[in-house]
């Protein structure tokens, strides 16, 4: 016959099985989005990032804002997030190459963003 879990035991093992279960969706969710920028075609060779006051500032090889980068510098809606815009922008333009500048903290966009980037990424 089987051991028993006390309701503690069982409240672990569920809280252990759902965490495992959403590192599964997260990684799935990586390589999606990793096979999504390996099949856009790059609209950029180059793309830079870097941290401002207000959020993000993207720009091209020919410090040139990246369309839609704008967004990222003023934007005031507390709905959207602005890491959510800045891997949308990555993701949409696929650069070959992405240099992070003065964004030294390693948060869930940035490490998603390393991660989805891997091979283009340069800090």
């Known amino acids: 016959m089987g051991k028993v879990l006390s309701i503690e035991d069982h409240k672990k093992k569920q809280i252990q099985i759902e965490h495992e279960k959403s590192l599964k969706e997260y990684e799935e969710f ?5 096979y999504f920028v390996d099949t ?13 006051n207000k959020g993000y500032k993207v ?3 020919n410090n040139k804002a990246v369309v839609m980068s704008d967004y990222l510098e003023n934007f005031e809606d507390d709905s959207v997030k602005l890491d959510d815009i800045l891997v ?3 993701i949409t333009n696929a650069p070959k190459k992405i240099v992070l ?4 903290e390693n948060n869930e966009t940035i490490s998603l963003i ?7 990424i340069n800090q």
């Open 30 to 34: 990586v390589k999606l989005l990793k």
């Open 40 to 52: 856009q075609p790059s609209k950029y060779q180059e793309i830079h990032v870097s941290k401002t």
């Open 59 to 61: 720009l091209d090889e």
């Open 88 to 90: 949308s922008i990555l």
């Open 101 to 104: 500048h003065n964004i030294n």
């Open 114 to 120: 390393k991660r989805v980037f891997k091979n283009v």
